[in-house]
Structures are given as structure tokens and as C-alpha cells.
């Protein structure tokens, strides 16, 4: 089992970037594909990134495609969410997920662990 904890949420204005981390715990980041999902009030968890388990392959809601980075570094049990050119509409509570299975997908459900979010808003 994977502990993830997520931070360097906070208040932005639009326009500016800001840096999520994920740290895990318990179990090596290396097995498992990451993604990071969003939650804005009112609305459900949706996808935003993820990347295979050697950091291989990344997929991008369209939404942020351009403007997101995500990266890892297994060596430190890392996974990093870069977001640049914010929007308002990228406010929600980021979090970040570990997927134990080989398939790498976008939806939720097939996500095992779960950190317990960070906060973005991004101001006009």
C-alpha cells in the first residue's frame, strides 16, 4: 500500500504557474502509473495528467494540454504537476492518484490510492 500527500496548492493570479508535488510513502512509486485529478465545487473529479509507472508515456485532458507538465522522479518517490498560464477555471483541489494495474488510463475507478488534495484557485 502507497501513502501520497500532495502540496504546493495555493492563491494565484491568472496567468501565473504554480508547482504540485505528490510524496509517497510505503510502497515505491515505481510500481505504479500517477495521475493527478481536479475537483471544483459543484462538479465531479475529472482528469487532468497521468504517466506510466518509468515516466514513458503521458496523456493530457485537453483542457490543460500546453500548459500542464507532469513528471516523476522514482529515485526520490516523487511525481511533480508543473501548471503554467493558469486559468480561473483550473480552481479546484488537486489530487494525486496511484494506479496499480498496467492499464493507464484516465478514469478514476482503476485508481487505487488516493492523497488527500491540494488547493489552486486562480484569480482574475
Known amino acids: 500500500q502507497v501513502q501520497l500527500v500532495e502540496s504546493g496548492g495555493g492563491l494565484v493570479q491568472a496567468g501565473g504557474s504554480l508547482r504540485l508535488s505528490c510524496t509517497a510513502s510505503?510502497?515505491?512509486?515505481?510500481?505504479?502509473?500517477m495521475g493527478w485529478f481536479r475537483q471544483a465545487p459543484g462538479k465531479e473529479r475529472e482528469f487532468v495528467t497521468a504517466?506510466?509507472?518509468?515516466?514513458?508515456?503521458?496523456m493530457y485532458a485537453d483542457s490543460v494540454k500546453g500548459r500542464f507538465t507532469i513528471s516523476r522522479d522514482n529515485a526520490k518517490n516523487m511525481v511533480y504537476l508543473q501548471m503554467n498560464s493558469l486559468k480561473p477555471e483550473d480552481t479546484a483541489v488537486y489530487y494525486c492518484a496511484a494506479e496499480e494495474s498496467t492499464i493507464f488510463t484516465r478514469e478514476p475507478t482503476t485508481y487505487d490510492y488516493w492523497g488527500h488534495g491540494t488547493q489552486v484557485t486562480v484569480s482574475s
Open positions: 510505503g510502497r515505491a512509486l515505481s510500481n505504479y502509473n
Open positions: 504517466i506510466s509507472w518509468r515516466g514513458k508515456s503521458t
